[in-house]
Each structure stands twice: as structure tokens, then as C-alpha cells.
């Protein structure tokens, strides 16, 4: 497929805001905005990954869309956090063109704009990341199919057809369903919880109608969705590893400082 769009060049005829990633600018996002701000805000960021979508760190073999649920403003963040602490691949996000050209800054870590309301310049945004995935060997993207933020609990999710036709145009790719949750449960700051199921094979064997593959997508993430937060209500977290540690609460200082004094009291003692 030929594609007169070059990925990492500014072009306004572009009917959309492109990414323009950069090496100082992804830098500066990543230690001056995302991660003081995510640490800031929670306690930790916790993870589960499906053993299988875990070799996705090293198999770069096929085209990776990585469709997440959207339930809060910090699901960007959280997203690009994750693909930099557990997958550490090539990665691009995409967002609302309107949303973006205020946090036009975004662009510098590979956030480029969609424009959902206009069909014509949301297909040039499809083409875009298609061209971008086919040409650059180990490039993922990260996207919202919801298209909009809606309560976690909501069902069903009500996704669009977007990922389905990016997958379709790709031929061969992967499609990964991601849940996020935002929680309170032991300690003063919340939590974010993240779990990301196991890849949908996407071929020219098993391929399927934009329609039937928008609804096996929605299964998956809804599957994905669900056992995220019978694994909260559980407290069912011991495969959940930290990937960022936050800001301290109350409770836990606290212990902290009985920890010391009980560890002082004993050395006295002897």
C-alpha cells in the first residue's frame, strides 16, 4: 500500500493534527508532564498481562492496535505509561483532533489526532496509522474504541468501528483489549488498575465484516472489563505488579513510622 503521508513530518494540508515525535520532546512529556502528574494523583499504577500479550515486549512480528476502555481523563497517560514501563515499544495514541490542539505538546510522544465527527477526516487519520504500522516494524498503537468517556460499569460498551478498520486494512495484525479502573480501597489515594487480556489474531483466514469484528472486539474488552473488576472486588491483586509508585497516603506513612519505632525498640532492647 502506497501512502503519500510521511508519518513523523508536520504538514497542515493534513486534514488532521499528525504525531511529530521527537526524541527531547518525548522526553520532556514523559519526565516533566506524565509521570510527575500520575505520581502526583495515586497511590500506584498496578498491572496484570496476559502471558501471552506479555512476548508482545519482544515480538515485534505483527502490527499491534492495543484497544483500551475509556472511563477517566488520565487513560492517556496511563496507557502511555504502560507502553513505556512493560511493552517499551514504538507506540502512537490516538486522540480527538479538538482535544489535541490544546495539548498540541502530546504530539512529541506520538499523539495524533482523529476527527470522529467529519467521516472523510477520520478516514485520513485510519490511513495515516495504517501507513504508519505497516512501514514501521514494532509500532503500536494505542486508541479508545468507545470514542468517548463513559462510566466503567457501562454496558455494553458501545464501541466504534475504528480499530475493526484499521485491522482490516492491515490484513494481519493483533488486537489487545485493555481495562482500566480507578479505586479506592486500602488506602487515602486511589489506585489505577490495569489489566490487559489476551491478543485476537486478526488475518486474511479468520477475517471478518468491520461489523462482526467491532462486536467480537467488544466481547473481548468486555470480558477484559469484567475480570478486572471481579479481581478488585475480590481483592484478587497478587498478580498485579506495580509499574509506578505514587504519592504516599496518610495510612501508610504512618505505618511506616510505627515500623521504625518498633525496629528502634527492639535494638534498645538488646
Not at 37 to 65: E, H
Not at 92 to 119: I, K
Not at 214 to 237: G, Y
Request: charged share 25%; net charge positive.
Amino acid at each position: 500500500m502506497t501512502n503519500p503521508i510521511l508519518p513523523r513530518r508536520r504538514d497542515k494540508r493534513l486534514p488532521f493534527i499528525p504525531a511529530n515525535k521527537n526524541i527531547l520532546g518525548e522526553w520532556l512529556v514523559t519526565r516533566v508532564l506524565l509521570v510527575p502528574a500520575l505520581k502526583r494523583a495515586f497511590g500506584g499504577v498496578y498491572a496484570y498481562v496476559d502471558p501471552i500479550s506479555v512476548k508482545l515486549r519482544t515480538d515485534k512480528s505483527l502490527p499491534v492496535i492495543f484497544c483500551l476502555t475509556h472511563s477517566g481523563w488520565w487513560d492517556g497517560h496511563v496507557a502511555y505509561l504502560l507502553n513505556k514501563q512493560v511493552f517499551k515499544r514504538d507506540s502512537y495514541l490516538m486522540m480527538e483532533d479538538h482535544q489535541l490542539a490544546r495539548y498540541f505538546f502530546f504530539t512529541w510522544a506520538g499523539v495524533f489526532g482523529v476527527n470522529r465527527d467529519d467521516p472523510r477526516k477520520a478516514f485520513a487519520s485510519i490511513e495515516y496509522i495504517t501507513h504508519i504500522l505497516e512501514q514501521e516494524p514494532g509500532a503500536v498503537l494505542w486508541m479508545f474504541p468507545q470514542g468517548r468517556m463513559v462510566h466503567p460499569e457501562m454496558r455494553p460498551l458501545g464501541i466504534y468501528g475504528g480499530a475493526a478498520n484499521i485491522a482490516r486494512r492491515l490484513e494481519k495484525c493483533l488486537l489487545v483489549p485493555v481495562a482500566i479502573r480507578y479505586e479506592f480501597i486500602m488506602d487515602q489515594a486511589p489506585d489505577v488498575y490495569v489489566r490487559v487480556g489476551r491478543p485476537l489474531l486478526i488475518s486474511a483466514e479468520n477475517m471478518l465484516s468491520a461489523k462482526d469484528l467491532t462486536v467480537r472486539l467488544d466481547e473481548a474488552m468486555t470480558r477484559t472489563a469484567d475480570e478486572l473488576r471481579s479481581d478488585i472486588a475480590s481483592h484478587n491483586l497478587k498478580a498485579y505488579r506495580r509499574v509506578l509508585s505514587g504519592r504516599g497516603s496518610v495510612n501508610k506513612l504512618w505505618d511506616g513510622v510505627l515500623k521504625r519505632a518498633g525496629k528502634a525498640k527492639k535494638l534498645f532492647r538488646t
